[in-house]
Structure formats: structure tokens, C-alpha cells
């Protein structure tokens, strides 16, 4: 069954920085586009950056470009978000997510950035 486990949130300081990583299973990895959202409280679900399979093409949303950097690990079914400059509304809990076309999202891990 599709699955994705991230990790690698936690706290840290304005102008810090994390990797969040997303280990997927289920499915043919290497064969899908991958993306990362993200969803703070009271407030919708937000794109963040996708990955396609191949050529791997990123995309990134506005608010992250030049801070934030999608990847991904095909050999270890395994997508990255490395995020630089955090600022504090970059807090939320960021989700891994497919459309294969049917809909998957990961649990989420939580980001905080605060001094």
C-alpha cells in the first residue's frame, strides 16, 4: 500500500535550517513526481515543491524560492526538502504527498521556527 514516513522537523531559530525527508513505499517510485505541502493552523494547505520521476524538474512555490530545495533519491525511494533561511512563517507541519492520479499524503512533521 502506498505509505510515506517523514521526518526531520523540529524547532529552530529564525534564519536556521532543516531537511525534511519523506521514505516512501507501495508503489513504483521512481516512475511518479513527488511533491511537499504544507498546512499551518487555521490556515489551508499550502504547495510548497515538486519533483517529477524522471528528469527530475523541480518546481517551488514563491514564498520558498532560493531558501528551500526539493530533491529526491530514486535508488532509496526517499524525496528531501532542504530549507535554508527559515523564517517564522515558514512554521507548519509539512506534508509529503502523489497523485497516482488517486490522492496520498503522508502524516506530516512538524516545523517550528521561533528564536
Known amino acids: 500500500q502506498v505509505h510515506f514516513v517523514e521526518s526531520g522537523g523540529g524547532l529552530v531559530q529564525p534564519g536556521g535550517s532543516l531537511r525534511l525527508t519523506c521514505v516512501a513505499s507501495?508503489?513504483?517510485?521512481?516512475?511518479?513526481?513527488m511533491a511537499w505541502y504544507r498546512q499551518a493552523p487555521g490556515k489551508e494547505r499550502e504547495f510548497v515543491a515538486s519533483i517529477s520521476s524522471t528528469t527530475r524538474t523541480t518546481n517551488h512555490a514563491d514564498s520558498v524560492k532560493g531558501r528551500f530545495t526539493i530533491s529526491r533519491d530514486n535508488d532509496k525511494n526517499t524525496t528531501y526538502l532542504q530549507m535554508n533561511s527559515l523564517k517564522a512563517e515558514d512554521t507548519a507541519v509539512y506534508y509529503c504527498?502523489?497523485?497516482?492520479?488517486?490522492?496520498?499524503w503522508g502524516q506530516g512533521t512538524q516545523v517550528t521556527v521561533s528564536s
Open positions: 504527498y502523489i497523485n497516482i492520479p488517486k490522492e496520498y
Open positions: 507501495g508503489f513504483p517510485f521512481s516512475r511518479y513526481a
